[in-house]
């Protein structure tokens, strides 16, 4: 049985097999990531009112944070400059408090398998 290479992105490797979303897995791969950097969707304010949240950047379509029902739909969006603009503003806080929201700085090596 022969199967076709995997495509190789940086240094993750991807398969177009995985639950036939293969073509926009790598976007799919990247939104994660920036919610693993601590970021809420790019329209959060909008989509997600039941739970407020700080806009570190203005909204942007093609956000790679945006979030769509249908996920094929985040094969149009890459990683922004608001993406970046946002991660820098969340990692340079430096408050205790940020538009009444309380600022939280988790230690890694405080967090046991119960956190």
Known sequence: MH???IPRTGPFTFSTRFFGIGS????????ELGHILGLRHDNAATCEPENPSVELSLENPLSIMNFYRDPSRIRACSIQDSDVTAVRKLYSLNQSTLKGFDVITVDPDTLDERN
């Open 24 to 31: 926009y897995l790598p976007n799919i791969l990247r939104h």
């Open 3 to 5: 199967s076709s290479p």
